[in-house]
């Protein structure tokens, strides 16, 4: 699977990942309303808010990006309506060829792990009956109870073809609290990078990447530098940019010398664009799609001046 979205990227030339974290304050009003009329203001409006406004962003970009990556949280709030959501956006981004990366943040040992493996990238067996429960490419991981948390997601890797993306260094202002901290002389998440990398030298693609990929933000340049050359075999999910602060400038160093090497997420940037002073006067609420292919197109272009 990470040979598919590398070949995607290189063939679009373009590294960014759509995040689909849909908020209602992100939804036009239009859309809202006629789901609201329907079902009044409740969790099965959501689901359907949610859904029909996913679409109209799939649409508009899917001919431009490889890839679009879901943040269940804002699915799974709405309970079993927002989890029917969730599936049914995957479903249909799949259907428009997109890789799809299930951003979960599981962590878990033993059975459950297993359960949760099972669920998300391989199947559930029901006496003997296997069932596939979402239709995930990649998933999100916590890698802080070791590889006990980690091994039961490789061997479903393997069979299905999947991948992963294990958190190593993370965006939000507060992660060197615990991921800076001084461990024997180096810092913890360079000791979680290293043995990311050890535990995906088994899952080493055509491309030169591991199925066991990293999640490196976007607004630790500095860190992000260190962590490529630290981790050559290991493929980057990169948050942060845009709306969090990342530049361009600062994704450099997480690109090696053919500018592959990571996948970039932009998530209110580009599906909340209309919002942003940059489109709001070209664009109307009901073309919020254009605006989201508009800030696609930007982001590809902004990109490439440090792949190149």
């Known amino acids: 699977m990470i040979d598919v979205l590398i070949d995607k990227i290189i063939k679009l030339e373009n590294p960014t990942v759509v995040g689909l974290d849909p908020r209602l304050e992100y939804i036009p009003a239009f859309i809202k309303e006629d789901a609201f009329n329907k079902y009044g203001k409740t969790s099965k409006a959501v689901a359907d808010i949610f859904l029909n406004f996913c679409k109209v962003i799939i649409d508009s970009v899917y001919d431009l990006v490889p890839a679009v990556k879901l943040q269940i949280a804002m699915f799974e709030q709405f309970g079993h309506d927002g989890i029917r959501s969730y599936i049914d956006v995957i479903n249909y981004a799949k259907k428009k060829g997109l890789v799809i990366i299930g951003d979960i943040k599981r962590s878990d040992i033993a059975s459950t792990a297993e359960a949760y493996s099972n669920g998300h990238i391989g199947r559930i067996n029901i006496e003997g009956v296997e069932l ?161 292919r508009e800030s696609v197109i930007n982001m590809k272009e902004d990109l490439l001046k440090v792949r190149s």
Request: aromatic letters at 12%; glycine letters at 14%; a negative charge.
């Open 132 to 292: 596939q429960t979402y239709n995930q490419d990649f998933i999100t991981l916590n890698p802080y109870l070791g590889y006990d948390s980690i091994e039961s997601y490789k061997d479903n890797c393997m069979k299905y073809k999947k991948g992963l993306f294990i958190l190593v260094k993370t965006s939000n202002p507060n992660s060197g609290q615990l991921q800076d901290l001084n461990i024997g002389g180096e810092k913890l998440y360079e000791r979680v990078g290293s043995l990311v990398s050890q535990w995906g030298e088994d899952l080493i693609g055509n491309n030169g990447y591991s199925l066991l990929g990293a999640v490196v933000g976007a607004t630790h340049p500095e860190q992000g530098r260190e962590l490529r050359k630290l981790m050559p075999h290991t493929f980057f999910l990169v948050p942060g940019y845009g709306a969090q602060g990342g530049t361009a400038e600062d994704l450099r160093g997480c690109f090696d010398k053919d500018g592959v090497g990571a996948i970039i997420n932009s998530s209110r940037g580009i599906i909340a664009a209309y919002k942003d002073e940059k489109y709001k006067h070209k664009f109307s609420e009901e073309e919020f799609g254009y605006a989201a």
